[in-house]
C-alpha cells in the first residue's frame, strides 16, 4: 500500500531507534506530516485499511 503513494512522499523502511535492535517499521513523510507505522504478521488474519 505504501508503494502507491504518489512521488511527494517518501517511505523509509526499517529505520534504527537507539543502539539496540529496534527499528521503526516505516516512516512516511508528505505534505499531511510525518508518519511512523508498526506492522505485524498475524498468520491467517487479513487487515486493509480502505
Do not use: C, Q, R, Y
Not at 543502539?19 to 505485524?40: M, Q, R, Y
Request: hydrophobic share 40%.
Amino acid at each position: 500500500m505504501l508503494s502507491k503513494l504518489g512521488p511527494e512522499w517518501t517511505v523509509l523502511h526499517a529505520v534504527p531507534v537507539g543502539s539496540g535492535s529496534s527499528d521503526i517499521d516505516h516512516v512516511v513523510i508528505g505534505p499531511a506530516g510525518v508518519f511512523t507505522i508498526n506492522t505485524k504478521n498475524h498468520t491467517g488474519k487479513i487487515s486493509e485499511l480502505s
